[in-house]
């Protein structure tokens, strides 16, 4: 069984939602995938690629706090460890598939708000890596999906709906404590840590990650 989870529609102000829908973004082809960095951390800095720094910092008073309140309510004992957050930007090619995934341990909370267009395909998830059960938060402008992940129970992908490319807002909640994570996941931090270093290459590589 995938992990418990929250989808909340409406979750971005309109005027934010609107920004974020009328971004002027590099051109797409089908068969790719553009994440566009944007993060703030604790102590108020930022590293942006595609927002204004003032425009991050907004989003981050208007959407820290409830984000916030699901990672404790989703893993308290995580919500601890939370040192800067993600406000990506991601555009997904008709034709791309992202692979079935559990996401990095350094992800405390993972969010994705579906931005555009109107009618697309939402996150799958499953309740194993191998594909069962598969599930579809299904798209809708302006609705969020969020969970806190885990080794066992947080497995999801994405893709393109075939016709156009999709836009979504990815929040999350990190840390840069994977030692504290893995002790709070009882799992082993070495094995974690290796895990994550070669993960990218797998993905350039096979398009596949572990
Ligand atoms: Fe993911």
Redesign the pocket.
């Known amino acids: 069984m995938f992990t418990k989870y929250e989808v909340i529609d409406g979750f971005l102000k309109p005027t934010h939602f609107e920004k974020l829908n009328n971004l002027k973004l590099k051109n797409l082809k089908d068969h790719e995938i553009n994440i566009y960095n944007n993060k703030i951390y604790k102590n108020g800095k930022t590293e942006c690629t595609c927002l204004e720094d003032d425009f991050i910092r907004e989003l981050f008073q208007n959407y820290h706090e409830k984000c916030f309140s699901l990672l404790q309510k989703f893993n308290k004992n995580k919500a601890a460890l939370w040192d800067y957050s993600e406000f990506h930007i991601i555009e997904t090619g008709s034709n791309y598939k ?1 692979p079935i ?3 990095s341990p350094f ?1 405390l909370l ?1 969010g994705v708000i579906y931005i555009s267009p109107e009618i697309s395909k939402g ?1 799958l998830i499953y309740s194993d890596k191998y594909g069962k059960d598969k599930k579809e938060i299904q798209w809708k402008p302006n609705r969020g999906f969020f969970f806190s ?1 885990n080794e066992e129970n947080s497995y ?1 992908s ?1 893709e393109g709906y075939g016709k156009s490319s999709r836009r979504a807002l990815v929040l999350n909640l990190m840390t840069n404590n994977l030692e504290e994570v893995c002790r709070i996941e009882n799992i082993n931090f070495q094995i974690v840590k290796l895990r994550e270093l070669i993960n990218p290459y797998l993905y350039r590589i096979f398009k596949k990650v572990i």
């Open positions: 992202y995934h559990r996401d992800k993972s996150t992940r999801h994405y």
